[in-house]
């Protein structure tokens, strides 16, 4: 208050309720839509969208397409989620129905009296197999509530989830961060007891964390370091072996591709990538000119790396050659591949895209490490 008035900022008003006409609309809205609702000249709305996107506060898919919350915005998420997040619960299930586990996987968000509620779960198909019932609770000593109430300690800081037995079962909960650090929601895996050797559990680890990592970048992370604030130092950097490269490249991390321009400087954008375990192939989009880069020159590099400890990471160097073009049905076979593999099986529409045409890479060198180098 100045002189007994209230100070108001116009401005500030009108890009709060810029946000909120976007937020609520999960789909997108378009530039029409927003002058419909909103009472802002075009040239204004113009500057207001132009800023907002540049902080990372809303996003388009294409240019002149819908205008969509963005990670900054989708990280204003209280916690816990509301129950009735149909958006948080529709991601769970796309990304559920890839990991392809065999075993009950489920999601838990915190309650005030030091509980834990799952809000949904998929469930093994096996004969023998653990399963939660609707609206079940867990206290604080679960899995899942070890992820909220207890002092996580540095060894499950370093292996990245918390693990108890409830009865006959065997539950794993990975944290779930919005904001890359803090725990707002739980991935839990659960199984038979008796099914739950170190051997399984192993094999089963990197497909669980990278979901979870997953589910955290949906949902407004840029980053997935749960439970720290400063990240531990890894003091021992060690080569992958041939069984961890390949779990690393399965997984649905994006990679960066390395190029080089014409003047020779050095070019490097972020691609969906397919492995068939003897080459990498990757989508241009009509208008990228890294697709145009290396028709002229076809040498490159593309690196892998997860988030989260124990950091692991995948540097190639190869050949790019021209595969398919814009009229070869398998590209969009291809798209369609990527699409289950980074979006989730019931991933409901993509935005129109212009393919130009595919790039096979045939690796001259693959190596991984983890570890900070």
């Not at 838990?108 to 093994?124: A, I, R």
């Not at 400063?230 to 490269?245: C, F």
């Not at 076809?298 to 790396?305: A, E, G, H, I, K």
Request: proline share 7%; glycine share 6%; charged share 25%.
């Amino acid at each position: 208050m100045k002189n007994g008035r209230t100070l108001f900022s116009p401005s500030v008003e009108r890009a709060l309720m810029l946000l909120e006409a976007v937020r609520s609309q999960p789909h997108g809205v378009t530039l029409a839509e927003l002058l419909a609702q909103l009472d802002i000249s075009r040239s204004t709305l113009f500057v207001l969208l132009h800023t907002l996107k540049a902080l990372g506060y809303l996003e388009q898919a294409e240019k002149r397409g819908r205008y969509r919350a963005g990670p900054r915005l989708l990280a204003w998420r209280g916690s816990p989620f509301p129950l009735s997040s149909s958006e948080m619960l529709s991601a769970f299930f796309q990304e559920a129905e890839m990991l392809g586990l065999g075993e009950t996987v489920a999601l838990f968000v915190p309650l005030e009296e030091q509980e834990v509620l799952m809000l949904g779960q998929v469930e093994s198909r096996r004969e023998v197999r653990s399963v939660f019932k609707t609206g079940q609770r867990l206290p604080a000593e679960s899995a899942p509530g070890q992820v909220f109430y207890s002092e996580v300690d540095e060894a499950t800081q370093l292996q990245g989830y918390c693990v108890a037995l409830r009865g006959d079962a065997l539950d794993l909960a990975f944290p779930i961060c919005p904001d890359g650090i803090f725990p707002t929601a739980a991935l839990v895996l659960s199984l038979p007891a008796f099914r739950g050797d170190e051997r399984t559990i192993q094999e089963m680890l990197p497909r669980l964390r990278a979901m979870a990592a997953r589910l955290s970048y949906r949902f407004g992370a840029t980053t997935y370091s749960p439970w720290r604030s400063e990240m531990t130092e890894v003091q021992e950097v060690l080569p992958l072996d041939e069984a961890q490269i390949q779990a690393v490249l399965k997984a649905p991390w994006a990679a960066r591709l390395a190029c080089v321009r014409p003047d020779g400087t050095p070019h490097v954008v972020p691609v969906w990538y397919e492995w068939d375990g003897k080459a990498f192939h990757v989508l241009a989009w009509k208008g990228s000119r890294w697709g145009e880069y290396l028709c002229l020159n076809p040498q490159v590099s593309l690196t892998v790396d997860e988030p989260f400890l124990p950091l692991r990471r995948v540097v190639v160097k190869g050949i790019a050659r021209p595969e398919f073009d814009a009229n070869d049905p398998r590209l969009s076979r291809l798209l369609e591949r990527l699409r289950r593999r980074y979006l989730g099986l019931h991933r409901r529409s993509l935005p129109t895209i212009q393919l130009a045409r595919s790039f096979s890479i045939l690796p001259s060198s693959l190596k991984g490490w983890q570890g900070w180098v």
